[in-house]
């Protein structure tokens, strides 16, 4: 019987090529508890690897085949790799992510070296493969998760799980994936696309590799165009000059043309196709990428976010992106889909990717479904308690941002959750501006929150956690916000508020698990499940109430391992009954006091 290919799925949505081939499944693997392997030649050919794992699930994971839970330094991988002739071609060896410092030989020549546990790199592996025959691929991963120096999100410091920390990732959890390109070929995309101005702004890069670069050069053209998904027919159409590097075009819509199209909003999944073409200067197809964007313009005022000249109320949902079966990894593609589609039937809009990089796949769904979406690096791991973190933070974190820069689903950035002091040393300051400014620079359009919940040094939005379970008490708290008067801040020492939109990104958290008695939550566990449904009620209206408050975020959307305060379990089962769900649902869908101003 031939086994299923695990995650088969095209990993790259915004720039598809034909010529692609996936890696995932069965590889040789070896734990390295030791960190000795590159003493041992375990880049070697000759070198034994006892196991196999499946990829792209890392070793803890049961969908791996490993489900080892202990702490590890350093795994390997190894594959054969088989390579046809590339003539007149390069290839590229891509890995969506690996956990955490990694290090990639063919046939035993290193091919490169990669930093960061979240964002996705490649090699061009062209010089080191054998054409017409197999080729040795070796990957070593090397991960410390309590070091200081990593972001590992909620990776677990301890043997156990506990509280809010989880089971770890090491090593490949994303799809791995050969890709053949032309010598001169696109290699990077960042694109807009303006429902204010109809005009869609794009950034090419290209790489040029070919023996006679001038040559292949001259003339050379990149052609773009927009395509209605549904009828295939061509809306927009621009030629322009190309050379080797990032081509900037400007393509207006016409008035006929824009009549057709429709905007990118909230719940409205109202995509459009873009073909991008390198042409030669014989009029030859060179190279030719897929992609998509979705027509939409963000504006931060100082009540709050307007998406397309609209006020939206962010109605957000806490999802960490934990699966039971694949750690960090789901199982498959629709599982993805399915996540986004449970919290949009209970009237949540968008979620906080907590304390987690998502991956490509769950951000097209998000594009696809029109769900609001705030990207979040795992900052929690990390020590910055003294300048020199930025090193291990802000390159992996550039890296995360163009990546994911032109998916309309993503409303904003926040690099830092809860930046609590450690070992009784106040975290520095500069770190926390420093990636703030970083991240502006990046991404002008899209608000940034340094570090949500607890601290601000400089931020877009004013935002606070409050897991008070008390529903009078929490609704004392934002009484006299609501009245006109000081807006409430958790941690007047850390935090000073200067008049930006204010945001309750975390809230609610209440455990409810009747089977599991010493399941972790907040608060008290509600003793029935009409106590549950009133107290998120009534702490959702508190803030749906306040014309201050322009968002919120409701901890969480599914269980995780021993935290039982999701709306559904960990394998995203119904936990309440459909009256409870009715509840919350109808909650959500009440227009807020924010809303209610511009009617």
Not at 557 to 578: C, M, P, W
């Amino acid at each position: 019987m031939t086994q299923t290919l695990p995650r088969s799925e095209y990993p790259r949505p915004q720039m598809v090529r034909d010529q692609w081939q996936n890696l995932n499944g069965q590889w040789s693997f070896a734990f390295d508890h030791g960190n000795s392997g590159k003493a041992r030649g375990m880049h070697l050919k000759k070198a034994e690897y006892p196991l196999s794992i499946t990829v792209p699930f890392c070793p803890e994971s049961s969908l791996s085949g490993i489900d080892s839970k202990d702490f590890v330094a350093a795994v390997w991988y190894r594959r054969l790799i088989e390579v046809k002739n590339l003539q007149g071609k390069r290839l590229l060896l891509h890995f969506g992510a690996v956990d955490y410092q990694c290090e990639v030989w063919v046939n035993e020549q290193l091919a490169g070296t990669h930093t960061g546990g979240y964002s996705s790199f490649s090699f061009d592996i062209t010089q080191h493969v054998n054409t017409g025959g197999d080729n040795v691929l070796t990957v070593r991963a090397f991960d410390d998760v309590r070091s200081g120096k990593q972001p590992a999100g909620k990776q677990s410091p301890e043997y156990h799980s506990y509280g809010c920390m989880y089971t770890r990732t090491t090593g490949i959890w994303q799809t791995v994936w050969l890709e053949t390109v032309p010598e001169t070929y696109i290699d990077e995309l960042k694109l807009s696309a303006s429902w204010n101005n109809k005009a869609v702004c794009l950034d090419a890069a290209v790489c040029d590799k070919s023996p006679d670069s001038a040559s292949e050069q001259s003339g050379m053209q990149l052609e773009v165009r927009l395509i209605d998904p549904q009828t295939k027919s061509i809306l927009i159409e621009k030629k322009a000059a190309a050379q080797t590097g990032f081509q900037k075009l400007f393509i207006e819509v016409d008035k006929s043309t824009s009549e057709l199209l429709e905007p990118w909003e909230p719940g409205k999944s109202s995509l459009y196709d873009l073909e991008l073409c390198l042409i030669n200067s014989a009029g030859k197809v060179i190279d030719l990428v897929q992609s998509y964007c979705g027509f939409r313009d963000l504006e931060l005022r100082q009540d709050g976010l307007y998406i397309n000249r609209k006020p939206v109320f962010q109605r957000l949902i806490l999802d960490q992106g934990f699966y039971p079966d694949g750690i960090y990894t789901a199982p498959d593609d629709q599982t993805l889909k399915r996540d986004i589609e449970l919290s949009m039937q209970l009237g949540f809009n968008g979620a906080r990717l907590h304390q987690k990089v998502f991956e490509p796949r769950f951000l097209y769904w998000a594009d696809k479904l029109g769900y609001l979406v705030w990207g979040e690096q795992g900052s929690w791991g990390l020590d910055i308690t003294h300048a020199g973190a930025v090193t291990h933070f802000l390159p992996e974190w550039m890296e995360v941002i163009r990546r994911d820069i032109s998916h309309p689903s993503i409303v904003g950035w926040c690099p830092f959750n809860e930046t609590w002091d450690q070992n009784g040393k106040r975290q520095c300051d500069e770190v926390i501006r420093q990636i703030y400014l970083a991240t502006k620079m990046a991404d002008p359009a899209r608000p940034v929150i340094d570090t949500s919940g607890n601290y601000h040094v400089q931020t877009d939005i004013f935002d606070i956690h409050d897991y008070e379970q008390d529903v009078d008490i929490f609704a004392d708290k934002f009484k006299e916000m609501a009245n006109g008067g000081d807006p409430y801040v958790t941690f007047p020492d850390r935090q000073k508020y200067e008049g930006q939109p204010y945001f309750v990104s975390e809230y609610g958290g209440a455990s409810w698990n009747k089977n599991q008695q010493d399941a972790w939550g907040y608060g008290n566990q509600p003793a029935s499940e009409a106590e549950f449904a009133q107290r998120y009620t009534s702490l959702t209206e508190t803030l749906l109430n306040n014309p201050r408050i322009c968002a919120f975020c409701y901890t969480q959307l599914t269980d995780v391992e021993q935290e039982q305060n999701g709306l559904y379990s960990y394998e995203r089962k119904r936990k309440f009954s459909d009256a409870v769900y009715q509840q919350i649902t109808e909650t959500n869908q009440q227009r807020s006091a924010f809303e209610k101003k511009f009617s």
